[in-house]
């Protein structure tokens, strides 16, 4: 790929939804570049490298069960897109609960995810999981 374009940016933006949809850390893994960086702002430091992304996609499907996604708005730009989502989760025996999230995904030359920052509403997140419901 020589050249991204927004249609281009688009169909890595499905793909890569629809790896987390299936919760599926070795897809997610596969668009992403070997020295990819992720960071949840707010809950700690970035993680960068495909062992250690790795780790922590699969501990996030751990600490959401059953994980869902509920797109806003994507909004698609020069080598990069936002989501602007709700994160969805199910723990056994309980209501399904979620909260508001922003990524803020870049990518390079080849369509490869380069970095992924996540933004939660921590108010929203700690009233999900401190429900009794």
């Known amino acids: 790929m020589s050249e991204l374009t927004e249609h281009t940016i688009a169909a890595v933006a499905d793909r890569y939804a629809a790896a987390w949809i299936s919760r599926d850390p070795e897809a997610i893994m596969a668009l992403h570049a070997p020295d990819s960086t992720f960071q949840a702002h707010g809950s700690g430091a970035a993680v960068r490298g ?30 990069h897109w936002t989501l602007d989502w709700t994160l969805t989760f199910q723990p056994a025996g309980k209501e399904r609960r979620g909260f508001h999230a922003l990524d803020v995904v870049e990518v390079d030359d080849a369509g490869l995810i380069t970095r992924k920052d996540t933004f939660f509403d921590y108010a929203e997140l700690k009233a999900a999981m401190g429900s009794g419901k």
């Open 50 to 79: 495909k062992s250690a992304l790795f780790k922590e996609f699969a501990d996030i499907f751990e600490r959401f069960p059953n994980f869902g996604v509920e797109t806003r708005r994507l909004l698609l730009g020069d080598k």
